[in-house]
């Protein structure tokens, strides 16, 4: 019903910057928001952050505030994770969530490492 794609992962030095990128296909006109995890090995999944489709509401994980910037161009079904002053432990596997009302949907990740 939905797709996601995730895109833009890579590897960066600690203080550097990583865009990601979100596709969203499919039914998303049921998808009144749309967030980023993150998991490490070894550790649950987090909240990074959530921005709706319409207007320009966001959520930050405190850990991140200041840092990321979520983004979304509505024309294109996209929604993006600008990552500024990298930390090493912002390592990790990134995910777009989709929050939909049947469930939530996921992309299948992509890979950000920051080296100190």
């Known amino acids: 019903q939905v797709l996601l794609v995730e895109s833009g992962g890579g590897l960066a030095q600690a203080g550097g910057s990583l865009r990601l990128s979100c596709a969203a296909s499919g039914r998303t006109y049921s998808i009144p928001v749309m967030r980023w995890f993150r998991q490490a090995p070894g550790k649950e999944r987090e909240f990074v952050a959530s921005?709706?489709?319409?207007?320009?509401?966001?959520v930050y994980a405190d850990s991140v505030k200041g840092r990321f910037t979520i983004s979304r161009d509505s024309a294109k079904n996209t929604v993006a994770l600008q990552m500024d002053s990298l930390k090493p432990e912002d390592t990790g596997v990134y995910y777009c969530?989709?929050?939909?009302?049947?469930?939530?949907?996921w992309g299948q990740g992509t890979q950000v490492t920051v080296s100190s």
């Open positions: 921005i709706k489709w319409s207007g320009s509401s966001r």
């Open positions: 969530n989709a929050g939909a009302t049947g469930g939530d949907y």
